[in-house]
C-alpha cells in the first residue's frame, strides 16, 4: 500500500492511496463512505490484489487526509467534483496498472457517488458494485433537500445534527447495541470505529455537506437512464442495514434500475447483516461474492 496527494482536474489536492500487485488482470477502484477513508479497505483491497486486481482508492473531498483540517463540511460542487475524480482514478488505474478493463465500488456515500458515475461515466468501466446503498425519492428527498438547503444557506459549515438524529441515531435506537452499533455485527469493529477521529471522531457532516449529497440523490433520479441497460451492475446489502431501509430501499433502487435503464441487476441479500458488508461478520462470504462478479465480468469481457 502506497500513498500520495494527486492533483485533480480543478485544482483539487486529494488522498490516493494504491493497492499495487504483479501482472493484474483488472482493476478496481474503491470509494469510501461517509465519515470514514479509503484505508479502512485495506483488507478487502489486498484480498482483491492476491486475486489479481490493482486497486486505487482515494479519502475522498471532506473526509481522511484530503480534508484533513475540515472533516465532515462540504464545499459547493463538491458532490459532482467528487464523482469526476472518480473518473481520473479511473484513468489513472488504468494506466498505472496497464489494463484495459476497471470496474468501480462504492460503499454508502461512495455508492451514491457510484451510481451517479455510472451515469456520467459508464463507457470508462466494465462494471460496478453498489455496497450498502439506497435510492432517496419522493417527499422525504424533497423535504431534506430543502432543510438542507435552508442551513447551507444561513450557515454553510453547520453541523446537520438533524440529519443524523434522523438516519444513524434512528439506526442505533433500532438495534439498541450503543452507539454505530447499526454499522456491523463486529462490536470489535465498532469500538475501532468509535474510537477513531477520522470516523465517528467527525461528528456530523455539515448542512452543506447534506446540500450537496440530497441535491446529487436528485440528479440520479432523473439521469438513472443514462446508464445502459447492458451495464454490469451488482447491488449488495444487508437485511438489517438501515440506510438500505432493512431492505426496502433496495427494492426501490432495483426497481428504478429495471424501469429507467433496463439494468437487471445481480442483487446480494446479506440475512441479518447490517451497513458496512465489508467489515461484517460475514465478511469473507462477502468479498466471495465481489470477486466472483468482477471474475464473471472479466469472463464476459475478455
Aim: with cysteine; glycine share 10%.
Amino acid at each position: 500500500m502506497t500513498t500520495e496527494f494527486v492533483k485533480m482536474r480543478d485544482g483539487k489536492d486529494v488522498y490516493v492511496t494504491y493497492w499495487d500487485c504483479a501482472n493484474p488482470r483488472a482493476a478496481v477502484v474503491m470509494v469510501h463512505g461517509m465519515c470514514e477513508y479509503i484505508a479502512r479497505y485495506d483488507d478487502f483491497c489486498t484480498f482483491l490484489n492476491h486475486n489479481g486486481y490493482g486497486v486505487i482508492g482515494m479519502d475522498n473531498r471532506s473526509f481522511g487526509m484530503t480534508d484533513a483540517d475540515s472533516r465532515g463540511y462540504g464545499t459547493d460542487g463538491m458532490f459532482e467534483n467528487t464523482v469526476d475524480d472518480i473518473k481520473q482514478e479511473v484513468d489513472m488505474a488504468r494506466e498505472r496498472f496497464g489494463v484495459k478493463n476497471v470496474y468501480v465500488i462504492g460503499h454508502s456515500y461512495g455508492s451514491i457517488l457510484t451510481q451517479r458515475f455510472i451515469e456520467k461515466y459508464h463507457e470508462s468501466v466494465s462494471g460496478a458494485i453498489l455496497c450498502g446503498s439506497t435510492m432517496q425519492s419522493g417527499i422525504m428527498l424533497w423535504l431534506g433537500r430543502k432543510i438542507a438547503r435552508r442551513g447551507a444557506k444561513k450557515n454553510p459549515d453547520k453541523d446537520g445534527k438533524f440529519f443524523a438524529k434522523m438516519t444513524f441515531a434512528s439506526y442505533d435506537k433500532k438495534i439498541c447495541e450503543g452507539k454505530s452499533g447499526w454499522i456491523n455485527r463486529d462490536k470489535a469493529e465498532v469500538e475501532k470505529y468509535n474510537a477513531d477521529e477520522q470516523c465517528a471522531g467527525v461528528g456530523a457532516c455539515s448542512y452543506m455537506f447534506y446540500r450537496e449529497m440530497l441535491d446529487g440523490c436528485a440528479r440520479i433520479n432523473k439521469r438513472r437512464a443514462d446508464t445502459p441497460s447492458d451495464f454490469k451492475l451488482m447491488i449488495a446489502s444487508g437485511t438489517a442495514d438501515g440506510c438500505g431501509g432493512y431492505g426496502k430501499l433496495i427494492k426501490r433502487l432495483v426497481k428504478a434500475y429495471k424501469k429507467k435503464s433496463g439494468i437487471i441487476p445481480i442483487v446480494k441479500m446479506y440475512e441479518g447483516a447490517r451497513h458496512e458488508l465489508l467489515n461484517e461478520i460475514n465478511k469473507g462470504e462477502v468479498y466471495e461474492d465481489f470477486l466472483q462478479f468482477l471474475n464473471d465480468c472479466e469472463g464476459k469481457t475478455e
